[in-house]
Each structure stands twice: as C-alpha cells, then as structure tokens.
C-alpha cells in the first residue's frame, strides 16, 4: 500500500492502523535526523519524533501531496527541533570553536574510528549546517526540499552544506588517507 | 539532484551511518499518544464566525453611525476630544468582529 493510500485512509476513517504503518515506514529517518539535532540526545529526539508524529496525525488534512510525505514529516521535525532549541541553551549552540575541535581530534588511522570521528564532528557543526548535511547527504533530500523543511532560501542550504562539507573534511584527520583510498 | 554531491567520498561515508532504527515500541507509543479527532472539526469556527456575524449585525443596527462626528485630519489634529471620543469604540468593535472572523478562518484544530 503507497504513502497516498495510507493517508487517504487516515483522512477518510481515522485509521489508527494505517497511521500505525506510516509511523512505522519514518519512525527511523525522523528519529535519526532528530538524534542528529539534539547532538546525540536520543531521550529528547525521541520525544520530539513523538510529538512529530502527533502533530501529523493532527494536521494530516492540511498535506497537500506537493512534496513527499517524508518531506512533510522533516519540515514538522524540524519545528518541533527549533521551539526546544529556543528554549534549551546547549542545543542552541553554535558551532565549537574550531581550534577546540582540532586539538579534540587526536590522529585516527582506521575507517571505523572515522566513521566515530565523522559522528563527533557532525555534533561540532552550526545547527544549520548540520541540518542541511543530515537531511541532503543521509536522507538523499534535494536542497530544494531541505530548503522547505528548514523554510529558508534555496542559496542558504548549498551554502550550508558545502560549508558544513568543508568543515568536516578539514576536522577529520583521517579522511585525507580515506579519499585516496 | 544534488548530482555534484554525489561524486564526493564524504556524502558516502555519511550514507553509510545513516542506518536504520529499530522501531522498539516506538509506533505503539506514538498511537497510545493520539488524541481523539474531534469529528465535528467544523463545530467550533462556524460557531465563531456566527457570531461574529450577529456582532456585525448589531453593530450596524445599534452603533450611533448618524451621529458618529466625521474624522478628518483637521479633527485629528485638533485633538478634540468631542470629536475623537466615540470613534476608538467604534474602531475596538470593528476590530473585534474582524479578529472573531479571521480567527473563525483560519482555525486549526
């Protein structure tokens, strides 16, 4: 059964059920992106991808089909993200200074320990630039979808995500030896 | 597409972590959380937008308009309070009936 079929369903005969296997086919990539945001917080991005998923069942009437489903569920994460982060000053913060995030970084060799470096240094990131690496590189969205989950113009987000790109290459010790690879 | 992305080492070493997460209850969480629609979602703007119309009605029928003193810039200027002291009443009134129909428009359960 498509996404489509799913919602016709929910709209029609409040399907629980048919709401239950939408949850269920994006409970991980909103709960992933949201662990993302929280910098590892999995408790809160939990609790977040919750109430993201209340709030679509509440406003399901209002998707218009335009974009994908799962764009629409990101651009709700996304909002739920930014109100907890207005409030909570450590999710709020800006990028690590990037002389601590050098000197954090001791010399890696293996791929598994880039791949841990690479987890880090995505916490490092402005929340903007990470949102946009997370949503574009881990979630294959378009930068112009990303631009509509983050409401903010299309030049912002490929600005976000070759610099974030840029920082995470220079942060990575090992990823210079990884590329030739 | 983000084609020129693609070709980049990084975008596939974070592809690679995006791996999937067990659902571990989450779904029944999610559904035990669900609030009852309410089945009459119309219900309660309609009944907003009915009154705001009987609030229009009576405004009109009721409002002193007649006697209302005209507002001009030379009046406003004068600052006299004859003139100007029906009018933030009537101004509230016509604000409010505008307030109750946008809100009645815009309602969103």
Request: net charge negative.
């Amino acid at each position: 059964m498509t996404d489509a079929d799913l919602i016709v369903r929910v709209l029609s005969r409040e399907d629980q059920h048919a709401f239950a296997e939408l949850v269920r086919r994006y409970q991980s990539p909103v709960r992933a992106f949201l662990a993302r945001m929280t910098r590892g917080d999995t408790h809160l991005a939990d609790d977040l991808a919750q109430e993201t998923f209340v709030k679509a069942w509440r406003k399901l009437h209002t998707y218009r089909g335009g974009a994908r489903f799962s764009t629409w569920l990101f651009g709700i994460a996304a909002n739920e993200f930014r109100s907890v982060a207005r409030q909570r000053k450590d999710l709020a913060l800006d990028e690590i200074e990037e002389s601590q995030a050098e000197a954090a970084q001791p010399a890696r060799e293996s791929v598994s320990q880039l791949r841990l470096d690479l987890t880090e240094s995505l916490k490092r990131l402005h929340s903007s630039e990470r949102a946009a690496i997370v949503l574009c590189c881990q979630n294959g969205l378009t930068h112009e979808e990303a631009a509509q989950v983050l409401e903010c113009p299309l030049g912002t987000v490929k600005t976000n995500v070759l610099r974030g790109k840029e920082k995470l290459k220079r942060w990575l010790s090992g990823y210079q030896d990884y590329e030739r690879a | 597409m983000n084609a020129p992305e693609e070709m980049d080492p990084l975008d596939a070493l974070l592809r690679e972590q995006n791996t999937y997460i067990d659902d571990g209850g989450f779904t029944a969480r999610v559904i035990a959380a669900l609030p009852q629609r309410r089945r009459h979602s119309w219900l309660r703007p309609a009944l907003l937008l009915g009154a705001a119309a009987i609030g229009a009605a009576l405004a009109i029928r009721w409002l002193p308009w007649e006697s209302l003193p005209p507002l001009d810039l030379s009046a406003l200027l004068s600052l006299d309070f004859q003139v100007l002291t029906p009018w933030p009443s009537v101004l509230l009134v016509v604000v409010s009936i505008l307030w109750a129909v946008m809100a009645a428009v815009q309602w969103d359960d």
